[in-house]
């Protein structure tokens, strides 16, 4: 079946430099995104969601792009910081009466001090 | 307001043994849905609960069950436990419609022997 993957398993950055986690996904029916960050031990928070109509969505410090031309998503830490550190899942919807949620496997932040 | 709560955090079965888990959504939340978590096959769909209705199920083995009772909250049941179904097992509640932001809950830990 079609799913969401990661490009990239683990990212150790710099503290103060900005992160890029990266998202491909492949079903094209999919219309809503989230991002998760999920701590040792924890479960997963909610970071910001996206939905297919949008391309571009900003929290505090975070920003997700969406280019459905390629089927790409991408989470954008600004400043990272040590409290940054953990594992960040994307997932998605595709809607049409389906409330399930399907993840990427995940990939490690790691932000140097 | 508070979070998704689930129970046990922690528990170990025995082989052949069942297990019930307990969540309760955030307050207003209509919508529960339970994950698997494991090292092996990351964040897995196993139901979705609405109104006490299951919506959508996951390719689990019916050995997995689960409910929903009038006041939103949410039990699983896992019978004739295995070996693999070691796992973080987790709990998310939203509004029910689509689109709608999915918290998780801190998840129950549990472990087959």
């Known amino acids: 079946g079609e799913s969401v993957g990661l490009h990239l398993p683990t990212l150790s950055v710099q503290e103060g430099d900005n992160s890029i986690i990266n998202c491909a996904y492949s079903n094209s029916a999919s219309d809503y995104f989230i991002w998760y960050k999920q701590e040792s031990g924890k479960g997963p928070q909610f970071i910001i969601d996206i939905r297919s109509n949008m391309d571009k969505r900003q929290g505090q410090r975070v920003t997700v792009l969406l280019n459905k031309t390629v089927k790409h998503l991408s989470l954008q830490i600004a400043a990272t910081q040590p409290g940054d550190s953990a594992v960040y899942f994307c997932?998605?919807?595709?809607?049409?009466?389906?409330?399930?949620?399907?993840f990427g496997k995940g990939t490690k932040l790691s932000v140097i001090p | 307001k508070a979070g998704v709560t689930q129970t046990p955090r922690y528990l170990i079965k025995t082989r052949g043994q069942q297990v019930t888990l307990s969540c309760s959504p955030i307050s207003g939340h209509r919508s529960v849905s339970w994950y698997q978590q494991t090292p092996g096959q990351g964040l897995q769909f196993l139901f979705e609960?609405?109104?006490?209705?299951?919506?959508n199920k996951g390719n689990f083995p019916g050995r997995f069950s689960g409910r929903q009772f009038s006041n939103s909250r949410s039990e699983m049941n896992v019978s004739t436990l295995e070996l693999g179904d070691s796992a973080l097992y987790l709990c998310?509640?939203?509004?029910?419609?689509?689109?709608?932001?999915?918290?998780f809950g801190e998840g129950s830990w549990l472990t087959v022997v």
């Open positions: 998310a509640s939203s509004l029910g419609i689509q689109g709608n932001t999915i918290y």
């Open positions: 609960y609405f109104s006490e209705t299951q919506r």
């Open positions: 997932a998605e919807n595709i809607g049409a009466g389906s409330y399930q949620l399907t």
